[in-house]
């Protein structure tokens, strides 16, 4: 099974930075979308920032302007910029891969570990 591994999160005050990143454990297949979901306790995973399988970014209203999404041109890893970071962001973050897989074209999805990013104020 391929596996998304994520690194990046910590502990950071409010105002600072961090950058996410996500990354195939092994090749996989044509991936046509990528992006960022975090959760907290008690609340559903949301989305944070996507790429959609035609190259359009997608932001939640909440990080426009502050978090950029970028990805290497092999689109085996994504990347989160987080920038001017507020309490409000400190969740756990959660990359996520959609794979149309080489050998036949099966579609799945994939998902990271979760990096937890604490933001104090």
């Known amino acids: 099974q391929v596996q998304l591994v994520e690194s990046g999160g910590g502990l950071v005050q409010a105002g600072g930075s961090l950058r996410l990143s996500c990354t195939a454990s092994g090749r996989i297949g044509s991936t046509n979308g990528m992006g960022w979901y975090r959760q907290v306790p008690g609340n559903q995973r949301e989305l944070v920032a996507a790429?959609?399988?035609?190259?359009?970014?997608n932001y939640a209203d909440s990080v426009k302007g502050r978090f950029t999404i970028s990805r290497d041109s092999a689109k085996k890893t994504v990347h989160l910029q987080m920038n001017s970071l507020k309490p409000e962001d400190t969740a756990v973050y959660y990359c996520n891969f959609q794979v149309i897989r080489y050998s036949d074209g099966y579609r799945y999805e994939i998902w990271g570990q979760g990096t937890q990013v604490t933001v104090s104020s």
């Open positions: 790429f959609t399988s035609g190259g359009n970014t």
